[in-house]
C-alpha cells in the first residue's frame, strides 16, 4: 500500500504540476494497467524474471532472486496497483492553490517545507483515498498471487481462501472463515478511512479558485526520464516479456530472428481450441453481465438520485458494503448459497452452471456501474425530470427522452467498464464455471500452469487485444446511438 501510494502519488504530483515532454506515457501507463487484468501482468513478470525467462536468455541477467523474493512480489503489486492511487490524487490537482505557498513563499518559507506543511495536507483527503483503494484491491487481488505461485510461494488471503475450496483437501469451514477475515480486514480500513476524514477538515477551493495550469520546471528532462522509466518498468517488462515469449518458438534462445514464430498464436486462434471456445463462453457471459449491470444499475442511480424511496439508503448501504467485498469471497458465498440439495426440490438447482457466472458478475460489478451513473446523474436538474412529470410524460419516457441524452457518456463508460472486467473475472469462472464450460482466464491460467508458455502468453496478446476492441467497439456503438437520440 506504502509503496503503490507514493508511486502513484508522486507520478500524479509531477504529470498535473509540470510540463515536460513525453507525459503522455504516464497516461497511457495508467489507463493500461487499469484494464489489464493483474494476472497477466503478473505472468509477464514471471516470463521475465524466471531462471529461464527473458531477463536471463535475452540481456544476460538473471533477476530470480530479486523478484521472486518478498520485497520484490511486493514491489510488483505495488507496480500493478499503483494507478488507483494516481486517478485519486489526480483529481485534487486540478486546482491551482498557488495562491496559498506564494503567501508562505513571501514570508520566508522554503519550497520543500512548503510542500511538506501546505501542500501535502491540502491533498490529505486524496492522498487516503488513493492509499485504501490500494490496499483494498492489493488485499482482494486473487490474479497475481494466483499466477505466481508456479515460481514462487506467497500465500495471501484470497489465494489460501481459493486453495481451501477448490484444492485437495476441500475444507468449505476454513474458505468460509479466511473469506469472513477478508471482509472484516478491508470493512476496517474504510471504517478508518471515514473516522479520518470527518475528523479533520481540508476545505480550500473558493469562488475565486481556478483549474490548475502547468508550469515549466529547470528539471524537465529528469521529469521526462521518470516517465520514460515508469511506461519500461510498469508496461515495457511485463507486456514486452510475454510479446516476445508468445513469438519465440524456444523460450531458451532468447530473442533472435531465426527464434521467432506465429505458430502459438494459429494454434490459440484454431477454430475449436479451448482458447477460441473460452473467448466465445466469456465475451457471451460478458455482455450479459454488463447488460444487466448497466440497466440495473441505471435504475438504482435514478431511484438513489431522483425519488424518495424509502429503500434508497438501504440500497447505497449494500452498494458501499459490496464495494468491500472481493470477487472471490462473492464466489465463495455464491457456492455456500448455491451448492444446497434443498435447492433441487425447487428447481433452483444452478450450481455448476454458467447462469451462477452472470450472477456473481453483476453482484460484483453493480457497485462500480451504480457509481459511475450517480455521478453524472447528479449534474441534472432535478426541475427537468419534473416538469416532464407534471406534463404528463412518462417514467420510461422520461429516461429514453431526457436523461439519457445527457449521461449517455456515463451509461457507455459503465457498460464498457463492466465489459471489460468481465472477460477476465478469474476469480469467478476459476471457482464457479462449470468443469466442461471453458473460459478465456481460466483457460490461460491452465496453460500457463502446465507451462505451455507459448500458448498461454499468446492468449494472454490475444486477449489484450480483445479487450481493447471490446471496449472500443462498445464506446463507437453507445456513442451512435446517442446521436441517434
Given at each position: 500500500?506504502?509503496?503503490?501510494?507514493?508511486?502513484?502519488?508522486?507520478?500524479?504530483?509531477?504529470?498535473?504540476?509540470?510540463?515536460?515532454?513525453?507525459?503522455?506515457?504516464?497516461?497511457?501507463?495508467?489507463?493500461?494497467?487499469?484494464?489489464?487484468?493483474?494476472?497477466?501482468?503478473?505472468?509477464?513478470?514471471?516470463?521475465?524474471?524466471?531462471?529461464?525467462?527473458?531477463?536471463?536468455?535475452?540481456?544476460?541477467?538473471?533477476?530470480?532472486?530479486?523478484?521472486?523474493?518478498?520485497?520484490?512480489?511486493?514491489?510488483?503489486?505495488?507496480?500493478?496497483?499503483?494507478?488507483?492511487?494516481?486517478?485519486?490524487?489526480?483529481?485534487?490537482?486540478?486546482?491551482n492553490t498557488s495562491s496559498l505557498w506564494e503567501a508562505a513563499a513571501s514570508l520566508g518559507v522554503s519550497p520543500w517545507t512548503v510542500f511538506w506543511t501546505l501542500r501535502l495536507?491540502?491533498?490529505?483527503?486524496?492522498?487516503?483515498?488513493?492509499?485504501?483503494?490500494?490496499?483494498?484491491?492489493?488485499l482482494g487481488d486473487f490474479g497475481l498471487p494466483a499466477a505466481i505461485s508456479s515460481q514462487y510461494n506467497f500465500p495471501t488471503l484470497p489465494y489460501s481462501i481459493y486453495a481451501?475450496?477448490?484444492?485437495?483437501?476441500?475444507?468449505?469451514?476454513?474458505?468460509?472463515?479466511?473469506?469472513?477475515?477478508?471482509?472484516?480486514?478491508?470493512?476496517?480500513?474504510?471504517?478508518?478511512?471515514?473516522?479520518?476524514?470527518?475528523?479533520?477538515?481540508?476545505?480550500?477551493?473558493?469562488?475565486?479558485?481556478?483549474?490548475?495550469?502547468?508550469?515549466?520546471?529547470?528539471?524537465?528532462?529528469?521529469?521526462?526520464?521518470?516517465?520514460?522509466?515508469?511506461?519500461?518498468?510498469?508496461?515495457?517488462?511485463?507486456?514486452?516479456?510475454?510479446?516476445?515469449?508468445?513469438?519465440?518458438?524456444?523460450?531458451?534462445?532468447g530473442f533472435t530472428i531465426s527464434n521467432l514464430t506465429l505458430a502459438h498464436y494459429e494454434q490459440a486462434l484454431e477454430m475449436g481450441s479451448n482458447l477460441m471456445n473460452g473467448?466465445?463462453?466469456?465475451?457471451?457471459?460478458?455482455?450479459?453481465?454488463?447488460?444487466?449491470?448497466?440497466?440495473?444499475?441505471?435504475?438504482?442511480?435514478?431511484?438513489?438520485?431522483?425519488?424518495?424511496?424509502?429503500?434508497?439508503?438501504?440500497?447505497?448501504?449494500?452498494?458501499?458494503?459490496?464495494?468491500?467485498?472481493?470477487?472471490?469471497?462473492?464466489?465463495?458465498?455464491?457456492?455456500?448459497?448455491?451448492?444446497?440439495?434443498?435447492?433441487?426440490?425447487?428447481?433452483?438447482?444452478?450450481?455448476?452452471?454458467?447462469?451462477?457466472?452472470?450472477?456473481?458478475?453483476?453482484?460484483?460489478?453493480?457497485?462500480?456501474?451504480?457509481?459511475?451513473?450517480?455521478?453524472?446523474?447528479?449534474?441534472?436538474?432535478?426541475?427537468?425530470?419534473?416538469?416532464?412529470?407534471?406534463?404528463?410524460?412518462?417514467?420510461?419516457?422520461?429516461?429514453?427522452?431526457?436523461?439519457?441524452?445527457?449521461?449517455?457518456?456515463?451509461?457507455?463508460?459503465?457498460?464498457?467498464?463492466?465489459?471489460?472486467?468481465?472477460?477476465?473475472?478469474?476469480?469467478?469462472?476459476?471457482?464457479?464455471?462449470?468443469?466442461?464450460?471453458?473460459?478465456?482466464?481460466?483457460?490461460?491460467?491452465?496453460?500457463?500452469?502446465?507451462?505451455?508458455?507459448?500458448?498461454?502468453?499468446?492468449?494472454?496478446?490475444?486477449?489484450?487485444?480483445?479487450?481493447?476492441?471490446?471496449?472500443?467497439?462498445?464506446?463507437?456503438?453507445?456513442?451512435?446511438?446517442?446521436?441517434?437520440?
Amino acid at each position: 500500500m506504502v509503496i503503490g501510494t507514493l508511486i502513484g502519488m508522486s507520478l500524479a504530483y509531477i504529470r498535473h504540476t509540470k510540463e515536460f515532454r513525453f507525459a503522455s506515457l504516464i497516461d497511457a501507463c495508467v489507463w493500461i494497467l487499469l484494464v489489464s487484468p493483474s494476472f497477466i501482468i503478473a505472468q509477464g513478470w514471471v516470463m521475465f524474471a524466471s531462471p529461464s525467462g527473458v531477463a536471463l536468455n535475452t540481456f544476460g541477467i538473471d533477476v530470480s532472486q530479486l523478484v521472486f523474493s518478498t520485497g520484490g512480489i511486493i514491489a510488483v503489486m505495488a507496480l500493478t496497483n499503483f494507478p488507483l492511487s494516481y486517478l485519486a490524487t489526480s483529481a485534487a490537482l486540478n486546482w491551482n492553490t498557488s495562491s496559498l505557498w506564494e503567501a508562505a513563499a513571501s514570508l520566508g518559507v522554503s519550497p520543500w517545507t512548503v510542500f511538506w506543511t501546505l501542500r501535502l495536507p491540502l491533498l490529505a483527503p486524496a492522498v487516503i483515498s488513493g492509499a485504501l483503494l490500494v490496499f483494498v484491491e492489493t488485499l482482494g487481488d486473487f490474479g497475481l498471487p494466483a499466477a505466481i505461485s508456479s515460481q514462487y510461494n506467497f500465500p495471501t488471503l484470497p489465494y489460501s481462501i481459493y486453495a481451501s475450496v477448490r484444492q485437495s483437501p476441500v475444507n468449505f469451514a476454513l474458505g468460509g472463515v479466511l473469506s469472513l477475515y477478508l471482509v472484516i480486514i478491508v470493512a476496517i480500513a474504510i471504517f478508518i478511512y471515514l473516522r479520518i476524514l470527518r475528523s479533520s477538515s481540508f476545505s480550500f477551493l473558493s469562488g475565486s479558485s481556478v483549474q490548475n495550469t502547468k508550469r515549466q520546471s529547470r528539471i524537465s528532462g529528469l521529469y521526462s526520464l521518470i516517465s520514460i522509466v515508469a511506461f519500461i518498468v510498469t508496461l515495457g517488462i511485463p507486456i514486452g516479456s510475454s510479446l516476445q515469449v508468445s513469438l519465440s518458438e524456444r523460450l531458451a534462445d532468447g530473442f533472435t530472428i531465426s527464434n521467432l514464430t506465429l505458430a502459438h498464436y494459429e494454434q490459440a486462434l484454431e477454430m475449436g481450441s479451448n482458447l477460441m471456445n473460452g473467448i466465445r463462453n466469456s465475451v457471451i457471459i460478458a455482455v450479459v453481465v454488463a447488460l444487466l449491470t448497466t440497466l440495473l444499475g441505471l435504475m438504482m442511480a435514478i431511484s438513489m438520485t431522483f425519488t424518495n424511496f424509502a429503500g434508497n439508503k438501504l440500497l447505497d448501504l449494500a452498494g458501499t458494503v459490496s464495494l468491500a467485498v472481493p470477487g472471490i469471497v462473492l464466489a465463495v458465498g455464491y457456492i455456500f448459497v448455491w451448492n444446497q440439495p434443498a435447492l433441487n426440490t425447487i428447481n433452483l438447482d444452478l450450481y455448476g452452471t454458467p447462469v451462477l457466472l452472470v450472477f456473481s458478475g453483476v453482484a460484483a460489478a453493480l457497485p462500480i456501474a451504480v457509481r459511475l451513473q450517480m455521478g453524472a446523474l447528479g449534474q441534472v436538474s432535478e426541475n427537468l425530470v419534473t416538469a416532464a412529470s407534471v406534463t404528463g410524460v412518462g417514467f420510461f419516457r422520461r429516461i429514453r427522452s431526457i436523461l439519457l441524452p445527457l449521461v449517455g457518456p456515463a451509461v457507455i463508460s459503465a457498460f464498457a467498464a463492466v465489459l471489460a472486467a468481465s472477460v477476465f473475472d478469474l476469480a469467478g469462472a476459476t471457482m464457479l464455471a462449470p468443469p466442461s464450460f471453458d473460459t478465456l482466464p481460466v483457460e490461460i491460467l491452465a496453460e500457463y500452469e502446465k507451462g505451455d508458455y507459448g500458448y498461454a502468453t499468446a492468449g494472454a496478446m490475444i486477449s489484450m487485444v480483445l479487450m481493447i476492441i471490446l471496449v472500443a467497439f462498445s464506446q463507437i456503438v453507445g456513442k451512435r446511438l446517442m446521436r441517434q437520440k
